[in-house]
């Protein structure tokens, strides 16, 4: 038998995400953000439950490859735009619509020989300060771009560093958003500003917004909401099975450091999952997960291949019970990644990104 370890993603749920951000925002086409292997569920996976969106948005030129390859005839648009001149050649290829979001990246475009015009979308800097022409340089970049035999149509796009921050807090998106006003202006094409935690919280008006986590079933703002708020489904269930319990009596430890003491006699069980599996090795004693669809949590610390678990809660649990490490558990048990993820001192995001890859992952339906 297989070690019991596996991965499910579920269609119907990404299918059902998508059209939360429809409704959130009815008048504005949707990019489903498929970056990084879709967030860690697969390219191919996620594709049948997403293929609802009216284009599909990613930064990685092999995966734009293999959306095509899947048979995605729309609008595919790369993130961060080409990362030199011969990605020009794929894109006019391809049909891809890419980000400009650098001067040079206008010079390769300027000296590139094609039939198609390529449609492009001009990042502003609007203050996250990581890519895009500044508020300056911005109308410059554009008239280069519009005068240009190789360019069709000019978008243009921001993108917010506080979308997910709680009201009050001092940080959001207004300044981001007045910046881009000011420097787009009575400039023409569509616009794109929205990620998950814009087009849920704000519903900043534009004509694409880029859903990515939400898609998956996280909530961006989580913990000031959770995926039940935003009428989220988990995408991705990771779960295991017990493989060993054990009877312990006060004063015994649990695991690597002996970190964790039993204060009383209590049962635990050994769980055959591990940070090599991806689970986050900084998550603490006491970390959500569910036995038998029962929530306990985390005993000790996490090694490589194994993690223990309390079964107080489940006295019925033996050798086999199953073990829901994030998502769909038995019956309609449920346990949010995000749950996990503040646990251990990160976000959803990074645990979906990191399932490894000796786990052998499985779509539903
Ligand atoms: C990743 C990314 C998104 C999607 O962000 P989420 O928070 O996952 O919705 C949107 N826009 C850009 C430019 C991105 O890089």
């Known amino acids: 038998m297989p070690r019991p370890i596996e991965a499910l993603v579920d269609p119907g749920a990404l299918a059902h995400n998508l059209a939360r951000a429809r409704a959130a925002v009815p008048d504005a086409r949707v990019w489903a953000v498929v970056k ?21 948005a990613l930064l990685d030129l092999a995966e734009a490859r293999a959306l095509r390859d899947l048979g995605w005839r729309g609008p595919i648009l790369l993130l961060e735009g080409c990362f030199e001149p011969r990605d020009l050649e794929l894109c006019s290829r391809l049909a891809l619509w890419h980000v400009v979001h650098t001067e040079a990246q206008i010079d390769w475009l300027a000296a590139h020989k094609t039939q198609q015009p390529h449609r492009v979308f001009l990042k502003l800097n609007s203050g996250m300060n990581r890519l895009g022409f500044g508020p300056a340089a911005f109308r410059g970049a554009w008239a280069r771009l519009q005068a240009l035999p190789q360019v069709d149509e000019v978008s243009l796009m921001t993108h917010f560093s506080d979308a997910d921050a709680p ?6 998106i207004e300044r981001q958003l007045a910046v881009f006003e000011a420097a787009t202006r009575d400039l023409p094409g569509e616009r794109s500003l929205c990620n998950s935690a814009a087009l849920l919280r704000h519903r900043v008006p534009g004509d694409w917004v880029r859903a990515g986590i939400l898609c998956y079933g996280s909530a961006p703002d989580h913990p000031a909401h959770d995926i039940r708020h935003w009428g989220l489904q ?70 490589m291949d194994m993690l223990a678990v309390d079964l107080t809660p489940v006295p019925g649990a033996g050798l086999g019970s199953e073990v829901t490490l994030w998502g769909r558990g038995p019956g309609d048990s449920l346990l949010a990644i995000d749950d996990v993820a503040r646990a251990a001192g990160t976000i959803g995001y990074e645990l979906m990104c990191a399932l490894a890859p000796r786990v052998p992952v499985r779509s539903l339906a």
Not at 167 to 172: A, L, Q, T
Not at 235 to 264: C, F, H
Request: charged fraction near 20%; hydrophobic fraction near 35%.
């Open 36 to 56: 990084a292997n879709a967030y860690g569920h697969g390219l191919a996976r996620a594709y049948p439950g997403l293929r609802g969106a009216d284009g599909f």
């Open 167 to 172: 009201e009050g807090s001092g940080r959001g």
């Open 234 to 303: 988990p995408a991705m269930t990771l779960r295991s099975k017990l493989i060993a319990t054990q009877d312990l009596q006060p004063g015994d430890t649990v695991g690597y450091g002996s970190t964790w003491r039993a204060e009383a006699a209590q049962r635990i069980g050994i769980v055959a999952c591990g940070y090599a599996d991806g689970y986050p090795r900084h998550a603490g004693s006491d970390t959500p997960v569910l036995v038998d669809g029962v929530r306990t949590g985390t005993v000790g610390r996490v090694s």
